[in-house]
């Protein structure tokens, strides 16, 4: 592992002692069903799906969930079998379903999406059918003004931006009042042409930055989002010049085909105006690869969590979790910190490794 220290800085609150608060983390955004034909079988031509359920910011709690700490979901359900279907899956998680709320509404509709695996050459598909869901009507007068002091972390994505005004307003509020109470923000920029242009996006994101303490965002978007230049080390300190933002993080992917990839990560800390990184995972097997930018997510904001102030940690678990999701079948991670913990392990040894963990 290697990491370049020029000054010295602040310490910031992201090494301050942990608050006692009921909460570690809260995720705002939309929870969908996901239905895909049998592996290998064609959207147009396939008869049967698989259901599942997924969506970012649900991705992300789960995975700190699992890891050992206490998360929540902020989120909208219509009233019905399918909404029942997804607060279930969302307790099987280990997830609180607290700050789920309902839409009994005769046309009160869940998000779906389509996801066509992919096979060298041809490239996994995805249709979506999101329009005027329930989601999208969430409001912050559907929440008790204690919520807001009751996580250490909250953490929402592009994608609850894009959505809608009416979702867009409700997120930024909901940034807003978290900040007030000393919350920790974390923010994914997730970009999705299919919801709205760069433009749009820079113009919206750029207002919440202020409020910003860990940000992610790839090289790749920050070049075609937010217009940014240099090398990737520069575009990352660049973002905390010009926003107080405490961590910038920043995914790497290498797509060898559909179903080789190398995933790795560069951390930066502001505090300490260093950047964290290690040998990337080489030749992922990949059965699927959607989840897995938001199991980064989770493997980083746990470590933060945590291991407050130790982002070499921070920068290994989002390696480990982020790269463990591409072999796991959905959206959803399924691997416990112990899990994770020696695939860490395993991946900085340089000794013989076992074939098998038994």
């Known amino acids: 592992?290697?990491?370049?220290?020029?000054?010295?800085?602040?310490?910031?609150?992201?090494?301050?002692?942990?608050?006692?608060?009921?909460?570690?983390?809260?995720?705002?955004?939309?929870?969908?069903?996901?239905?895909?034909?049998?592996?290998?079988?064609?959207?147009?031509?396939?008869?049967?799906?698989?259901?599942?359920?997924?969506?970012?910011?649900?991705?992300?709690?789960?995975?700190?969930?699992?890891?050992?700490?206490?998360?929540?979901?902020?989120?909208?359900?219509?009233?019905?079998?399918?909404?029942?279907?997804?607060?279930?899956?969302?307790?099987?998680?280990?997830?609180?379903?607290?700050?789920?709320?309902?839409?009994?509404?005769?046309?009160?509709?869940?998000?779906?999406?389509?996801?066509?695996?992919?096979?060298?050459?041809?490239?996994?598909?995805?249709?979506?059918?999101?329009?005027?869901?329930?989601?999208?009507?969430?409001?912050?007068?559907?929440?008790?003004?204690?919520m807001f002091s009751s996580t250490r972390c909250f953490h929402t994505s592009g994608i609850t931006l894009a959505l809608s005004p009416n979702t867009r307003e409700t997120a930024i509020e909901m940034i807003k009042r978290f900040k007030e109470h000393g919350t920790l923000i974390s923010f994914d920029v997730n970009f999705r042409g299919n919801l709205w242009t760069g433009d749009e996006a820079r113009e919206c994101i750029q207002q919440i930055l202020p409020y910003v303490d860990i940000f992610f965002c790839s090289e790749d978007t920050a070049r075609l989002t937010f217009l940014k230049e240099g090398t990737a080390h520069e575009i990352m300190k660049s973002f905390t010049e010009e926003y107080p933002i405490s961590i910038v993080a920043s995914t790497q992917r290498i797509v060898h085909s559909p179903k080789i990839h190398t995933f790795g990560s560069v951390i930066y800390s502001s505090t300490e105006d260093t950047f964290y990184e290690e040998e990337p995972y080489h030749n992922i097997e990949v059965v699927d690869r959607i989840g897995s930018g938001d199991a980064y997510v989770s493997g980083v904001l746990y470590s933060l969590l945590a291991n407050p102030g130790d982002y070499a940690k921070a920068l290994a678990y989002g390696n480990a979790t982020g790269s463990v999701k591409n072999t796991i079948p959905g959206d959803l991670p399924s691997c416990d910190r112990k899990e994770i913990d020696a695939i860490i392990r395993e991946h900085h040894s340089t000794g013989r490794h076992s074939e098998m963990d038994r």
Do not use: C, W
């Not at 969930?65 to 219509?78: D, F, N, Q, V």
């Not at 379903?97 to 998000?111: E, I, M, P, Q, T």
């Not at 041809?122 to 409001?139: G, L, M, N, S, W």
């Open 1 to 146: 592992m290697t990491s370049v220290n020029t000054v010295n800085r602040d310490r910031s609150v992201l090494s301050a002692p942990v608050q006692e608060r009921d909460f570690d983390l809260l995720a705002l955004g939309e929870v969908l069903l996901r239905l895909s034909p049998p592996i290998n079988e064609r959207l147009v031509r396939g008869d049967t799906f698989e259901k599942k359920a997924g969506g970012a910011e649900l991705n992300v709690v789960s995975g700190v969930s699992l890891l050992g700490l206490h998360t929540g979901m902020i989120s909208k359900l219509p009233s019905n079998d399918l909404g029942t279907y997804i607060k279930n899956r969302i307790r099987f998680l280990g997830v609180s379903d607290d700050y789920l709320v309902y839409d009994s509404d005769k046309n009160a509709r869940l998000g779906v999406y389509y996801y066509e695996g992919g096979a060298y050459p041809r490239k996994p598909r995805i249709v979506y059918d999101r329009a005027h869901t329930t989601f999208q009507e969430i409001h912050i007068d559907d929440y008790d003004e204690k």
